[in-house]
């Protein structure tokens, strides 16, 4: 929650943001978009491990609670949350890819190479979610 802060802070007052809260906020800012689409640019730009493993560890819980809060606005990214097995092994392989990209972050040589994996991965949920 400290990075969203930091970023709403840059957003609105000194001006300095992310790139991955900027998408973020440049969503927020177009009306013509679903709250949908512009909440799940949010969840693209946070801390993928932590969300992931929550998410997983309280499938249920955080699915009727965000059903609660945004009606069926997030329906298609909720539903293929609801808890089968099948979502929550990808959880773990998607966190063990992150985890694996965090250690080779460590390594100076491997670090462009890991960005790119970033990057890509990044890229690819945010056009996943263009749809909502």
């Not at 929650?1 to 957003?11: I, P, R, T, Y």
């Not at 973020?24 to 491990?49: E, I, K, P, Q, T």
């Not at 040589?109 to 991965?121: F, G, K, M, N, P």
């Amino acid at each position: 929650m400290s990075q969203f802060l930091v970023n709403v802070h840059g957003e609105f007052g000194s001006g300095h943001v992310e790139p991955r809260w900027a998408r973020h906020f440049a969503l927020a800012h177009d009306c013509s978009l679903s709250l949908g689409r512009v909440a799940m640019a949010g969840f693209n730009a946070r801390d993928y491990f932590t969300v992931l493993d929550t998410i997983g560890r309280n499938t249920s819980v955080i699915v009727d609670r965000t059903k609660a809060v945004f009606g069926n606005a997030l329906g298609p990214a909720l539903d293929a949350l609801s808890g089968n097995g099948f979502a929550n092994a990808g959880f773990i392989g998607f966190n063990t890819i992150i985890f694996g990209n965090g250690l080779a972050l460590q390594n100076p040589s491997l670090r462009a190479a890991t960005e790119a994996d970033i990057d890509t991965l990044w890229n690819s949920f945010d056009i996943a979610v263009q749809g909502l």
